[in-house]
């Protein structure tokens, strides 16, 4: 999947609380001759973003603009943060310094970065009733120009009920999302938000219920989707995998096999991107898969850090969830138009019974044409009555398999129906591409294209690259 191609920039505004992760690494080869402890000499620091503040750099990573919001001390790690902010891109208006200490968590490394011990500063005191206020003052006016509102709690005091609940009030006036990766067992300040993203233990302690298998988490998902009045409840499972929970169905997704060597970060990454993919209206699905490949990428690296926009599309590309999750379901063909408004959507198709290269170049260069390209593909039973009862040689499965598989195509939808009119009718493409065989008057689904400004597009095949030629190939 190019993913590059579906996440375009987007203003996503970040709020929560921020830490400095510090990381001294070093080694452990002795004993204190003073107590029986070991005695840890460092060699190496270095600071990255932590919390919230991760959240964002993710954000910066997958391409996204961002604004953050947040609570810092007036001190040096207070300014190391800002610093870090300003260096990244990321908007730093919406910062209050206050009287507290700038949350500090120190990680002491050893030999294979084996965490030895981890040392803390913070003040987790509630914001005030006057900061509160000057925050919420703050976002008066500017908050309708973000695509999408991202919460990180880490209870360390910025999200109050007052507070939480006020931007997310102001949020729903202006019809934007709010997703939040939450913390507090006291759940009500979390009301009205679209997503809430809890771990195992947290979605026990918001729910009240045991969360130990499948059954168990969606309906403990169910009854804070009740209680909170949300669309979503998205629960990580650490090796499980994710479970999606809405107020009718349910998606689980499998964790994906990577080397685990530090969780720490995963659930920031799994936000963020789980964020830029909703802020690029990418069905919920398929947002949360795309994260979930975040993650395990994170989770192979060590420490703190963010994932890039094209370690995730490889990852994509090379795994077969990547594959499979370009298949559209009906519903999905149904919304597709209104989720990609924005996009230059590309539509061919075909029944691509025996790929071959004269399918690959062509469909290369259909790709090329616009932002996303969409393959219309022939059913078995529309295949046999266009082609005859030897027909197709591969099914509908192979031949949709393959055809998602293939780096340049974005999305594949199987129609029943002996013409995909139908099917362009709901997809509503901006470029319709076909081959150079056809006369432009020939090409189904022109009248549609071309009554929303569209054009159509004639590509010449390969010269004497065809499935009937290697059918009667393989005859002689």
């Given at each position: 999947?190019?993913?590059?191609?579906?996440?375009?920039?987007?203003?996503?505004?970040?709020?929560?609380?921020?830490?400095?992760?510090?990381?001294?690494?070093?080694?452990?080869?002795?004993?204190?001759?003073?107590?029986?402890?070991?005695?840890?000499?460092?060699?190496?620091?270095?600071?990255?973003?932590?919390?919230?503040?991760?959240?964002?750099?993710?954000?910066?990573?997958?391409?996204?603009?961002?604004?953050?919001?947040?609570?810092?001390?007036?001190?040096?790690?207070?300014?190391?943060?800002?610093?870090?902010?300003?260096?990244?891109?990321?908007?730093?208006?919406?910062?209050?310094?206050?009287?507290?200490?700038?949350?500090?968590?120190?990680?002491?490394?050893?030999?294979?970065?084996?965490?030895?011990?981890?040392?803390?500063?913070?003040?987790?005191?509630?914001?005030?009733?006057?900061?509160?206020?000057?925050?919420?003052?703050?976002?008066?006016?500017?908050?309708?120009?973000?695509?999408?509102?991202?919460?990180?709690?880490?209870?360390?005091?910025?999200?109050?009920?007052?507070?939480?609940?006020?931007?997310?009030?102001?949020?729903?006036?202006?019809?934007?999302?709010?997703?939040?990766?939450?913390?507090?067992?006291?759940?009500?300040?979390?009301?009205?938000?679209?997503?809430?993203?809890?771990?195992?233990?947290?979605?026990?302690?918001?729910?009240?219920?045991?969360?130990?298998?499948?059954?168990?988490?969606?309906?403990?998902?169910?009854?804070?989707?009740?209680?909170?009045?949300?669309?979503?409840?998205?629960?990580?499972?650490?090796?499980?995998?994710?479970?999606?929970?809405?107020?009718?169905?349910?998606?689980?997704?499998?964790?994906?096999?990577?080397?685990?060597?530090?969780?720490?970060?995963?659930?920031?990454?799994?936000?963020?991107?789980?964020?830029?993919?909703?802020?690029?209206?990418?069905?919920?699905?398929?947002?949360?898969?795309?994260?979930?490949?975040?993650?395990?990428?994170?989770?192979?690296?060590?420490?703190?850090?963010?994932?890039?926009?094209?370690?995730?599309?490889?990852?994509?590309?090379?795994?077969?969830?990547?594959?499979?999750?370009?298949?559209?379901?009906?519903?999905?063909?149904?919304?597709?138009?209104?989720?990609?408004?924005?996009?230059?959507?590309?539509?061919?198709?075909?029944?691509?019974?025996?790929?071959?290269?004269?399918?690959?170049?062509?469909?290369?260069?259909?790709?090329?044409?616009?932002?996303?390209?969409?393959?219309?593909?022939n059913s078995d039973g529309s295949v046999k009555r266009l082609k005859g009862t030897g027909r197709p040689i591969n099914p509908e499965s192979d031949r949709a398999e393959l055809l998602c598989a293939l780096e340049c195509v974005d999305y594949v939808a199987v129609f029943e129906e002996d013409t995909?009119?139908?099917?362009?009718?709901?997809?509503?493409?901006?470029?319709?591409?076909?081959?150079?065989?056809?006369?432009?008057?020939?090409?189904?689904?022109?009248?549609?294209?071309?009554?929303?400004?569209?054009?159509?597009?004639?590509?010449?095949?390969?010269?004497?690259?065809?499935?009937?030629?290697?059918?009667?190939?393989?005859?002689?």
């Amino acid at each position: 999947m190019k993913l590059e191609r579906l996440l375009k920039r987007k203003k996503i505004l970040v709020i929560g609380d921020v830490m400095l992760d510090m990381y001294y690494s070093g080694d452990v080869k002795r004993i204190s001759p003073e107590a029986p402890v070991p005695v840890f000499r460092k060699k190496a620091e270095r600071f990255v973003l932590g919390g919230a503040a991760n959240v964002a750099s993710n954000l910066i990573a997958a391409g996204q603009t961002v604004s953050i919001l947040t609570i810092i001390g007036d001190d040096e790690y207070g300014q190391i943060l800002l610093d870090r902010f300003l260096d990244q891109g990321i908007d730093t208006s919406f910062v209050l310094k206050t009287e507290r200490s700038t949350t500090v968590k120190t990680r002491f490394l050893a030999g294979n970065n084996q965490q030895v011990m981890r040392l803390d500063v913070e003040d987790t005191y509630d914001l005030s009733a006057q900061e509160c206020r000057k925050l919420l003052d703050g976002i008066e006016g500017h908050i309708g120009r973000y695509d999408l509102i991202v919460f990180s709690d880490y209870l360390k005091g910025l999200m109050t009920f007052d507070f939480t609940q006020g931007v997310i009030e102001r949020a729903r006036q202006y019809g934007i999302k709010a997703i939040i990766d939450v913390k507090d067992k006291n759940y009500g300040k979390y009301k009205g938000a679209y997503l809430l993203k809890p771990n195992l233990t947290e979605l026990r302690a918001l729910s009240g219920l045991p969360a130990d298998n499948d059954q168990e988490i969606i309906l403990a998902s169910r009854k804070i989707l009740h209680d909170c009045e949300n669309e979503y409840v998205l629960t990580t499972c650490g090796a499980r995998g994710m479970i999606l929970t809405g107020k009718e169905r349910e998606y689980t997704v499998d964790s994906v096999g990577q080397e685990v060597f530090d969780v720490t970060g995963a659930g920031d990454t799994t936000i963020a991107y789980l964020a830029a993919c909703m802020a690029n209206e990418i069905d919920i699905q398929k947002s949360v898969e795309i994260s979930n490949y975040a993650a395990g990428i994170q989770v192979s690296k060590v420490g703190t850090s963010a994932v890039g926009l094209h370690e995730v599309s490889e990852a994509l590309s090379s795994g077969k969830q990547g594959v499979i999750h370009k298949l559209l379901s009906l519903e999905e063909i149904s919304e597709f138009r209104t989720r990609h408004e924005d996009k230059k959507l590309v539509f061919t198709n075909g029944c691509f019974d025996i790929l071959h290269i004269g399918h690959i170049r062509y469909l290369e260069e259909a790709s090329r044409l616009g932002d996303i390209l969409v393959i219309g593909l022939n059913s078995d039973g529309s295949v046999k009555r266009l082609k005859g009862t030897g027909r197709p040689i591969n099914p509908e499965s192979d031949r949709a398999e393959l055809l998602c598989a293939l780096e340049c195509v974005d999305y594949v939808a199987v129609f029943e129906e002996d013409t995909p009119y139908e099917l362009i009718r709901e997809i509503q493409p901006d470029v319709l591409v076909k081959g150079g065989d056809y006369k432009s008057d020939e090409v189904v689904g022109k009248d549609i294209v071309e009554a929303r400004g569209g054009e159509l597009h004639l590509i010449q095949f390969v010269e004497g690259k065809s499935t009937t030629n290697i059918i009667n190939k393989l005859k002689d």
